[in-house]
């Protein structure tokens, strides 16, 4: 085979890349702004689900699609796209500069035809999101994706190699920035992008996961320390990033033994948009592919709860999300002595965004998404999903590059910008931010809890995951069902009725009823119960306490409640609330309002908990990030439901 134009014959695989005619399979990669490219080839292999990814002793790189969360049975539109894996056989790494050297100079030619879904479109969706899901009760937030549109006539070698040159010289801040090509069986996959945010990495027993939400979008002077302030003290971007950590803890509470902890926050900065983030780790021993199959997707890419998250996309969206939110997964052997699971790998996986797609017949796809919140603006959201496709755009030449300016200014050496994001952790929960090696004193043999089995039932919401784990350190014993999979609420010590979305009055709901079903069981039986934020509602519904949409609603906001005499920081998920109302006398024919419950309520008068004789409630989430007083009141509340006295 003929060296292609530029190269100097010191990197052969390299070389063969790029002077392949398209039939070659290849992935070149620059991890975490190191000074090399990885330059992969082998076999290509289609895999049906996550757990038959093929990891036989050698690397393999997976590409992952959307579609992969039927695995986990949640509601997406099949658009067929396959789980494509590369089975690394050879591997050359390649010095940064000399990359740079031999790779396409300029992007291949292509024609831009706009955004699939134009502005208009796209902030219809935005409202429709905001009232028909948020302001009933679906959800906390929600990312919708479009997709920006162009046509190239160039084969695919030149086309990828040339983005991923264009990427690497015009982009900073990367996590990885890549090209993959892997044709096989029907279309090839081919891609290439530089994508800011890690999904999952497994390495010596350590996972770690990487939220980033909030978005500051650069104006085309260059960012500034006034605008990077501005953007750390809004109430949104800051509640964004909140609600993407909450649901990210809920995966490393499934991942992790200890329920992980919470490291950060830091500032994102890249060519054209800064981004704030954490880094949430824990120590597992699952296989890196059970692993993944438990955190699809990333909620900074899907919303939350996530379960009904994807039920959302698929009503909004115009059409399939192909791989756009999906991952990239690196698996590499560890050997012996560093196998973080049975199959002895590590895992390296960013999330497929800020990525350009080349599919069959030239036609180009760069999709965004922007996290669709109760404060969510329409047009600001439109001209963030434009901000986020462009830093690809730009470097593709699909958008003009713009003048840039003649110094860019280092966002997190500015005055103010630490202390400000100090602060967001002044709001943070301690029992998620410090390492929980050591178990409170209600763990001790005294301890009226210690031994107890819990049951806690999940009604699609894993916050579950994060109760089971905070009942677990205080000394219980915990464990997650989903609700239409229990079959006895009568033998454990506490039943634990978990939140979830929805509009707590519809008894046509499989759920409500569930929930209705199983407070009547529990009260009759004279069982303890402890119910929490949407199956709250239920309970104060039963009591006769009227639930009523809230005039705005609460999701992801923290607030300092009163709960029985007690004021407690507590983050709360709820678009719906009972109301404190005189309760009419006692129904013969309801166990629930024979029991009497004594009301807590907030000054607006919205109930935040609920208890009688073995039954107690709370509308807040105690086991949030944002609920600092949670775990003291999540003990009082399992204590006064078990009978035990309250310290």
């Known amino acids: 085979m003929s060296l292609h134009p530029g190269s100097t014959g010191r990197h052969p695989l390299l070389d063969r890349v790029l002077a392949s005619d398209g039939s070659l399979p290849f992935a070149l990669l620059r991890r975490h702004g190191g000074t090399e490219v990885e330059v992969l080839t082998g076999d290509v292999v289609d895999a049906d689900l996550l757990r038959d990814i093929p990891l036989d002793g050698a690397p393999v790189l997976a590409v992952v699609p959307y579609r992969q969360a039927r695995e986990r049975g949640f509601t997406v539109r099949d658009d067929g796209a396959p789980l494509r894996c590369l089975v690394v056989r050879e591997a050359e790494r390649v010095p940064l500069s000399d990359a740079l050297a031999v790779l396409p100079p300029e992007p291949v030619a292509a024609e831009p035809l706009g955004f699939d879904t134009p502005d208009d ?89 990487n939220p980033i939400s909030g978005t500051y979008r650069h104006p085309a002077s ?120 049975p199959a002895g790998y590590s895992l390296d996986a960013p999330i497929l965004i800020r990525t350009a797609y080349l599919h069959d017949g030239g036609r180009v796809s760069v999709p965004a998404g922007a996290t669709l ?60 931010v410090r390492p929980q090696d050591t178990a409170p004193a209600a763990t001790s043999e005294t301890s009226p809890l210690t031994g107890q089995d819990v049951l806690v039932i999940d009604h699609e919401d894993q916050f579950t995951t994060m109760l089971a784990h905070q009942l677990d350190h205080l000394g219980m014993n915990a464990r997650v069902v989903r609700w239409d999979t229990v079959d006895d609420v009568l033998t454990d010590d506490l039943v634990v009725l978990g939140p979830g979305p929805g509009d707590p009055r519809d008894q046509d709901d499989p759920r409500i009823a569930a929930i209705t079903r199983r407070i009547h069981e529990r009260v009759t039986a004279g069982r303890p119960l402890l119910a929490v934020c949407l199956s709250h509602q239920v309970l104060a519904g039963l009591a006769g306490f009227p639930l009523r949409p809230l005039p705005a609603p609460r999701q992801g906001v923290r607030l300092a409640a009163d709960v029985f005499g007690t004021t407690a920081a507590v983050g709360y998920y709820n678009t719906f609330g009972a109301r404190l109302t005189t309760v009419d006398a006692a129904d013969a024919d309801n166990p629930v309002a024979r029991l009497a419950l004594e009301p807590s309520a907030d000054d607006d008068g919205v109930l935040t908990a609920l208890r009688g004789p073995g039954v107690a409630s709370v509308q807040g989430h105690l086991e949030s990030v944002l609920s600092s007083d949670g775990i003291g009141v999540l003990e009082a509340l399992a204590r006064h439901a078990l009978g035990a006295t309250v310290r």
């Open 121 to 209: 479109g796209y902030a219809g969706i935005v409202r429709r999101v905001i009232d028909d899901e948020i302001g009933q009760g679906a959800g906390a937030n929600f990312v919708v994706m479009r997709s920006f549109e162009a046509h190239t006539g160039a084969a695919p070698v030149p086309t990828l190699t040339s983005w991923f040159r264009a990427l690497l010289t015009h982009e900073v801040g990367s996590y990885w920035t890549f090209a993959v090509h892997a044709p096989g069986p029907g279309a090839a996959v081919s891609l290439a992008g530089a994508t800011p945010e890690r999904h999952l990495t497994l390495r010596d027993g350590v996972a770690r996961m």
């Open 222 to 341: 260059g960012p500034t320390r006034e605008g990077v302030l501005d953007f750390l003290r809004d109430t949104k971007e800051n509640e964004e990033l909140f609600m993407v950590v909450d649901e990210e803890m809920k995966m490393m509470s499934a991942l992790c033994p200890d329920g992980g902890r919470i490291v950060g926050p830091y500032l994102k900065q890249m060519a054209r948009l800064s981004h704030t983030e954490y880094l949430l780790e824990g120590r597992t021993t699952l296989d890196p592919r059970d692993a993944l199959r438990l955190t699809m997707f990333a909620p900074t890419v899907t919303g939350s709860p996530m379960e009904n998250a994807c039920t959302v996309i698929a009503r909004h969206e115009t059409r399939p999300r192909g791989y756009y939110s999906g991952f990239l997964a690196l698996f590499e052997p560890e050997g012996a002595d560093g196998a973080t699971g």
């Open 373 to 432: 919140v109760r404060h969510s603006v329409p047009e600001h959201e439109v001209a963030e999903t434009r901000a986020k496709a462009a830093g690809v755009l730009a470097s593709l030449g699909l958008v003009p590059r713009g003048t840039a300016p003649d110094a860019v200014v280092d966002l997190n050496a500015q005055d103010g910008v630490a202390e400000a994001l100090a602060v967001r952790n002044a709001q943070l929960a301690e029992f998620w």
